[in-house]
């Protein structure tokens, strides 16, 4: 007899015993990553496994999404599942047998696995729709590496669902070789920062380098920014509400006796509250233009706002938590000490519904921390037997979630 009425302890050892499957599909995906908000041939393999469940497959009309409901017995809310679809543009050197196959294109942030763990997941809700009071969105979203895939997914009307059956709650995974694998690290509150740009095109006048008096030498105007921007941070912004300016980017210039007519410089604002973003947007801004006013040069400063602070919402993080603890042990549930300055745009999601994003740790047992190689790399290697852990989670989270009667 079971005390468990939604039968967890059955979750990890189905999706172990699916997982040659699941690494199937993850092989093929990683064989041909796809870039951006077009991704068709990634798109057209999750349409087909889904169809394959006998599940209906939605997909944009903007982008390359894909969207399923996992309809439950009962009625009741619904709950968004999400993976993100696409690769990045980088020459895969791992050497794995199952390689990419797309010079400069790779899955070097795992989202292949993701794809493959939602699929997987979904396999295991449908052999368990009669203990589901509600439904579970599936959310296969292209575009999460700088293109906003889930805001377009958003506009599109993802959440958009009759009264009754509104959305209340939203579940995400991040695979990372930062973590041992099989562990789930995760925190409440800001989770991952939000990430602005900033482009700055100073001018003065142009002029012979010999007689800088007779010019207006925008060079030193922006050496003082970028000093300056760094004073800014750490005078005007809360340590305990930290922010990261950093310039990336100067250009300007042609050789060594010409005084340039512009410099431009460029770099990434990261704030974990709306607060700290606001103002680190308004002193960078007054920042700009007094320096120039002193010097008499002239500012065109753009600042672009990016993914938003990615928030996990306490009580959600909670049960996401307690159900990991159950899953795979208390020691296997990490507490996050601090946020990532990386950005997500599962935030947009989550500015909607109340929900969580977890890291599920994939770094092979016996690697050295310090030089495995990590997301973005393109060494990168996830320990594949881990993604059991990742479609167990997303199953268990909507059965625990949904739980009928
Ligand atoms: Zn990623």
Redesign the pocket.
Request: net charge negative; with cysteine.
């Given at each position: 007899m079971t005390t468990d009425p939604i039968a967890l302890s059955t979750l990890l050892g189905d999706a172990e015993a699916l997982l040659p499957e699941i690494l199937e599909v993850r092989r093929r995906l990683h064989r041909r990553p796809e870039i951006g908000l077009a991704l068709p041939a990634t798109q057209a393999l999750v349409v087909d496994e889904l169809e394959r469940m006998g599940l209906a497959a939605r997909v944009g009309r903007t982008v390359s999404s894909v969207t399923a409901v996992i309809e439950g017995a009962e009625p009741g809310p619904t709950l968004v599942l999400r993976g993100?679809m696409d690769g990045l543009p980088l020459q895969e050197e791992t050497g794995l047998e199952f390689t990419s196959e797309t010079p400069g294109a790779m899955h070097a942030?795992?989202?292949d696995t993701?794809v493959a763990m939602l699929l997987g997941a979904a396999r295991l809700l449908l052999n368990r729709r009669d203990r589901l009071a509600g439904r579970v969105l599936l959310m296969f979203q292209p575009g999460?590496?700088g293109f906003g895939g889930a805001r377009f997914m958003l506009e599109e009307g993802l959440l958009d669902l009759p009264a009754g059956q509104a959305a209340n709650a939203a579940f995400a995974i991040?695979?990372s070789t930062s973590y041992p694998a099989g562990t789930l690290n995760l925190r409440p509150g800001p989770e991952m920062a939000a990430a602005d740009f900033v482009r700055l095109s100073l001018s003065g006048r142009g002029g012979h380098a010999s007689a800088p008096h007779t010019a207006l030498d925008p060079m030193p105007v922006a050496a003082e920014i970028v000093l300056a921007l760094q004073a800014m941070v750490t005078r005007r912004v809360d340590v305990f509400d930290p922010a990261v300016v950093s310039i990336t980017h100067v250009r300007g210039g042609t050789t060594n006796n010409i005084i340039p007519e512009t410099v431009f410089l460029e770099g990434t604002i990261r704030t974990f509250s709306e607060k700290t973003r606001a103002s680190v947007h308004a002193n960078l801004r007054q920042v700009v233009e007094g320096i120039c006013a002193a010097h008499g040069a002239v500012a065109d400063l753009e600042i672009e706002r990016g993914y938003p602070v990615t928030i996990n919402d306490a009580a959600f993080t909670a049960f996401v938590a307690s159900i990991g603890e159950e899953l795979v042990g208390p020691e296997a549930v990490v507490p996050m000490p601090a946020p990532i300055m990386g950005a997500?745009d599962f935030s947009y999601v989550l500015q909607r519904v109340p929900g969580a994003m977890v890291f599920l740790g994939a770094r092979a047992p016996g690697e050295d921390p310090a030089t495995a190689p990590g997301?973005?790399s393109n060494r990168v290697v996830f320990h594949e037997p881990a993604l059991a852990v990742g479609v167990a989670m997303h199953a268990a989270v909507a059965l625990r979630h949904l739980a009928a009667g």
């Open positions: 993100d942030c795992g989202h993701h999460e590496e991040h695979i997500e997301n973005h």
